[in-house]
């Protein structure tokens, strides 16, 4: 059973990491825009970004949320994101009024637009992540490149932590997003949601870490495991930044 199992698994990364599969119907979309803002204005945009929020984007449909890069090299740029979509949106994501109104009574604040990435979410390697919670105080945005040829061995250490979050009901927000468009197709990128610096998710039924519950679930393989999935990525494919919510720029906030 426990080979028929693997086989599936491998069968199942084969099949989502395919180079030929651009896009998907059946996914899930998400797209970001990172824009540096002039020198100065970052009052100025965070005013007029919220009132485009407030006059277009009150809907689920319309939907965005806006961020604040906290660390890094892009520390002080902002990210607007949009989710839950399908490749339908994309249809009439161009044109449209609200876009119309951005660059007449925003877009002036801002000195460079870094560009749109389309994201697809990875619902097997993410956890407690669903359109009925709001956006998140902060989040930490890991970024993973895996290199050509090891997208499987990242697959197999991600998706069994998940599986550990599942059966040990792990209270903290994980998602993972691929590159559809826009940039480096092997970039992973996982999203730790949080409100509180203090709790960013434990395992409320246990004391035992994750190392310890991974290693039971798995016959003692986390070392193993970890070692194939850190050598499955680029040698400088890590990096991670904190974001902070812009409430009144976001919806419903």
Request: hydrophobic fraction near 35%.
């Amino acid at each position: 059973m426990k080979k028929i199992f693997l086989l599936n698994l491998s069968l199942v990364a084969v099949f989502i990491f395919s180079a030929n599969a651009q896009t998907n119907p059946n996914w899930e979309y998400w797209t970001s825009n990172r824009l540096e803002i002039k020198k100065g204005m970052s009052a100025e945009f965070e005013k007029a970004a919220s009132l485009k929020t407030k006059k277009f984007n009150t809907t689920p449909e319309t939907a965005i949320s806006t961020y604040k890069v906290m660390t890094g090299p892009d520390q002080g740029k902002y990210e607007r994101i949009q989710g839950y979509k399908d490749i339908s949106w994309f249809n009439g994501v161009n044109g449209n009024e609200g876009m119309k109104y951005w660059m007449k009574n925003v877009s002036e604040f801002v000195n460079q637009n870094d560009g749109r990435i389309i994201w697809w979410r990875i619902k097997n390697l993410s956890h407690n992540w669903n359109p009925e919670s709001k956006p998140t105080k902060y989040f930490h945005r890991v970024i993973r490149i895996v290199k050509p040829g090891k997208l499987g061995d990242f697959w197999r250490f991600a998706n069994r932590i998940t599986e550990v979050y599942k059966k040990h009901n792990f209270t903290g927000i994980q998602a993972c997003f691929n590159v559809v468009s826009g940039g480096n197709e092997n970039m992973m990128v996982f999203v730790d949601a949080f409100n509180d610096f203090t709790d960013q998710g434990k395992f409320p039924d246990t004391d035992k870490s994750l190392k310890e519950l991974y290693n039971e679930m798995y016959n003692g393989s986390y070392d193993r495991d970890l070692e194939i999935y850190n050598d499955a990525l680029e040698m400088w494919g890590r990096q991670k930044e904190l974001l902070s919510l812009v409430p009144e720029a976001t919806t419903g906030m």
